[in-house]
C-alpha cells in the first residue's frame, strides 16, 4: 500500500512574533501543514533534534529541518512555487527587499525590547525616538498600501508580527503609541492595509494573552535569547 506525501510540519509557539512571520507566509502560499504548538522554553532532547538552536519557527520538510524566520519565509516561498510570491522575480527588487528586512531586523525590531526592557526613562526615550526615525527610514520611499504593492510581500511579513505588538504591547506597558504625525502617515496607512490580510488575521492572537506573555520583559526578568542579546547591545538572535 502506497501513501501519498506527508504535510510539512510547522512548530509554532503562538506568543512569538518570529514564528508567525513563518505561519503568515504559509498560508499566503496556500500550503497544506501540519500545525504543531510548541514550547520553545521546553528544550527537551526530541524538541533539540528537530532545531539544534531550540526556536521556533521551524519547518520540517522531506524529513529536513529548516529555522530562522526570515530564511523560513525564502524557503516557502522557493519551494511551493504555486500562488503568490512574496519575493519579487526581479534580482534587484529582491535585493532592495532583503535591505528593508535587514533594516527591520537591525533598526526596527531592537528598539521595540528596549523601550519595554530598560529601567531608566531616559533610556526608554531614546529607544522610543529610535523606533521612529527606523520606521521614517523604512518608508521613505513607500508607495504602498503593502511592500508588495496589493499583495503581502516578505517586507510585510518581517514587519507586522512587531508592528502589531507596537500598537498593542506598548501603549499597555509603557503608554506610548506611534505618533499620528505626517512622518509617520505612510507607516499608518500600511499597518491599516496589513492588518485586514486573511493570513495575518488568521494567525492574531488572543490579546489579553499576548499582553500577559510580554509582562517578563516589561519587568526584564526574562532569560530569552533575545532579551539577553538586547541586554548585551548585541545583533538579535
Known sequence: MTTGPTKPKFYNAWFCPFAQRAWIALLEKGVDFEYIEQDPYNKTPEWMAVNPRGLVPTIVHKGKSVYESMVCI????????????????????????RIRCDHITKKV???????????????????????IASLKELFQDFDGPLFGGDSISIVDIMLFPFAYRFELILPYYRAFSL?????????????????KCASVKATMPDDARLIGSYKRYAEDTT??????AIRKGSSLP
Open 74 to 97: 525564502e524557503f516557502v516561498d522557493e519551494e511551493w512555487t504555486t500562488g503568490k510570491h512574496l519575493l519579487p522575480s526581479d534580482s534587484f527588487l529582491r535585493a532592495r527587499a
Open 223 to 228: 532569560n530569552s535569547l533575545v532579551a539577553q
Open 109 to 131: 525590531v531592537p528598539p521595540f525590547y528596549q523601550v519595554l526592557m530598560k529601567r531608566e526613562d531616559s533610556e526608554r526615550e531614546v529607544a522610543k525616538m529610535l523606533l
Open 179 to 195: 505618533p499620528k504625525s505626517k512622518s509617520l502617515e505612510k507607516y499608518h496607512e500600511w499597518y491599516a492595509a496589513a492588518v
